[in-house]
């Protein structure tokens, strides 16, 4: 193996061994507050709320029935350790089927994201960690200064 392949081998084993540390920290910190749930389970009763009181809010619309949803989940649950300033909602489908169907959910799992009650991102998939961490990025990016409608709840969704 080439000194540089084993120099970057190296590097991300230390990256990885890092980011765990950071992550068990955090968990170690919500455990002492008594947040220990970096996830949140939101239903048709409390949507609107969650996001009209928070920024950016990340939503996976699951099914306990559907295998792409239990692989997605650790990768969800491990974003929203690592994440602490957005806040991840899991919303059941089979128990909140009026949210999902003004969601226009039509296959799961599917990721929503939401940023200051605009929906600015949704598709159906379960992504890679590597892919929901760069989404993450840049919707904490995202400018939403310039296409501030003034509405109050996010684009057509509405669990009323």
Not at 25 to 48: I, L, P, Y
Not at 68 to 92: I, L, M, Q, W
Request: negative net charge; contains cysteine.
């Amino acid at each position: 193996m080439p000194a540089y392949a084993a120099s970057k081998i190296e590097k991300n084993r230390k990256v990885e061994a890092r980011r765990d540390n950071e992550t068990s920290e955090r968990r170690k910190e919500r455990q002492k507050a008594g947040t220990d749930m970096a996830t949140h389970a939101v239903t048709s009763q409390d949507f609107n709320q969650v996001v009209e009181s928070n920024d950016l809010v990340f939503v996976d619309f699951w099914a306990t029935w559907c295998g792409p949803c239990r692989a997605f989940g650790p990768t969800f649950e491990k974003a929203s350790e690592e994440n602490p300033d957005v806040y991840f909602a899991k919303v059941d489908i089979d128990q909140n089927p009026d949210l999902a169907s003004a969601a226009k959910v039509q296959a799961v799992p599917t990721l929503m994201v939401v940023k200051n009650q605009q929906i600015v991102f949704q598709q159906a998939g379960a992504l890679r960690a590597s892919d929901l961490d760069a989404l993450i990025e840049q919707a904490k990016a995202l400018d939403m200064s310039a296409s501030d409608d003034g509405s109050d709840t996010p684009s057509g969704v509405s669990a009323e």
